[in-house]
Structure formats: C-alpha cells, structure tokens
C-alpha cells in the first residue's frame, strides 16, 4: 500500500521569503504521480502543483517549484516570494498511474503554513 | 468555470438522524469522491465512484453509503449518524488525470 508523510504539521515564514515544505512517500509502483494541493482557510482545495514520476525534470508553477527525489522517495514543495495569500494547508498527494486509478488520490496530513507580515 | 458544488456549507443533527449531503458537478467529470477531512489526519477516502451507478469503497466506509444516480450527482448518506461522524466532509470530481476540482466542503456536527 502506499503512503504519503509530511513531516511538518506546522511551518511559518516571513513575507516574500521562501520556505520548503516536506513530503515523502512510499510506492513499490513504477508509474504514479504526486501533486501538491492546497487549502486557505475556509476556501475551497486547489492544484498547486503537478509532477509525473517519469519526468527527471521538477515541475514549476511560477513561483511554486517542486524537487523531485525518486530514490529517495522525497517530493518537496519551495515557495518562493511568499505572500500573504499562500497562507493555507498544504497536501501533498500520490496516485498510481493511469489505468484502474480512476484519479484516485492518497493524501498526506498536510502542513499548515503561516505566511507573516 | 469548473464548479463544484456541495448543498450545505454547515449542518448540525442529533444522533441516529439519517443525514444527506449533495454534491454536483457541472464539468461532466467521470469520477466523484468523498472525503472527510479531520485536523491531523490529512483527507480520508470515504466512497468514489467512476460512472453512473457504480461506487467503490474507499478507506473508511463503515458508517456511510453512497448514491449516484445521475453523473453530475453524487450523494453520501450516514444512515443513522453518530457524533464520531462530526467532519468535514469534500466533495471532489476529476477526470483521470489526478487533479481534483474540490467543493466548499460540508461542516457536520452531530450533537
């Protein structure tokens, strides 16, 4: 079965810093994808961030990036410039490739980020 | 827009009241999802569905069922509710493609 960690139930940075949230996950699967979600307070969950394990190169989303460690099983999330409205919590995700998924998701716990002024 | 939308943002019911909580999507999107969301334990799957009429059970069925009658519907039912069911419960659509369009989410409390 697979499993996804997020070590850090709680993270805050200054504003227009950058700050690194941490996730890894466990798959025998050779074909999967893992994405980063995130939440603001009292709003609906949104796609951050999108990576398919076969790519060697890491995902950018303007100022959201990923590093991708598929030995490692590691899949952080840098946000760079943080603003106010990054505030949120942050899920990361896994889901076996294609082909009987039917786009089902495993979520991590997530991490809450606090964006200061 | 894509849109999702869940038909009660809060509800409080008594135990052993039998609860409905809709959802709808106007994306014609295959697959629905349940989730309920608890602080410290991430989103967990409750039921998804692929198509019209068919349900899978996700991690934490006990407690639930499910309904889809049409493809943009999708319904989860607590037949007799408990106060262990008080969540947050998201409703969730997509394609096979692994990203989710998300509702406001359903505040539950079961006194």
């Known amino acids: 079965a697979q499993t996804v960690t997020q070590s850090q139930p709680e993270m805050s940075v200054q504003e227009a810093e950058t700050v690194t949230l941490s996730c890894t996950y466990d798959t025998s699967e050779s074909n999967y994808y893992l994405f980063w979600y995130k939440q603001p307070p009292s709003r609906q969950m949104i796609l951050v961030i999108r990576?398919?394990?076969?790519?060697?190169q890491n995902a950018t989303e303007n100022r959201f990036s990923v590093n991708f460690q598929k030995a490692a099983k590691s899949f952080s999330l840098k946000i760079s410039d943080s603003q106010l409205g990054d505030t949120a919590m942050y899920f990361c995700?896994?889901?076996?490739?294609?082909?009987?998924?039917?786009?089902?998701?495993?979520f991590g716990k997530g991490t809450k980020l606090s964006v200061k002024p | 827009d894509v849109k999702v939308t869940q038909s009660s943002r809060y509800l409080v019911k008594r135990t052993g009241e039998k609860v409905f909580l809709e959802c709808v999507q106007d994306m014609d999107h295959e697959n629905m999802f349940w989730y309920r969301q608890d602080p410290g334990l991430g989103l967990r799957l409750i039921y998804f569905s692929y198509d019209v009429k068919m349900k899978e059970k996700g991690d934490i069925p006990e407690g639930y069922s499910v309904s889809r009658e049409k493809k943009e519907r999708f319904s989860l039912i607590l037949e007799s509710a408990s106060t262990n069911q008080t969540s947050m419960y998201l409703c969730?659509?997509?394609?096979?493609?692994?990203?989710?369009?998300f509702g406001e989410g359903s505040r539950l409390t079961v006194l």
């Open positions: 990576q398919e394990a076969y790519k060697q």
């Open positions: 969730a659509s997509s394609l096979n493609t692994g990203e989710l369009f």
């Open positions: 995700a896994f889901m076996k490739g294609y082909g009987g998924s039917q786009g089902n998701l495993i």
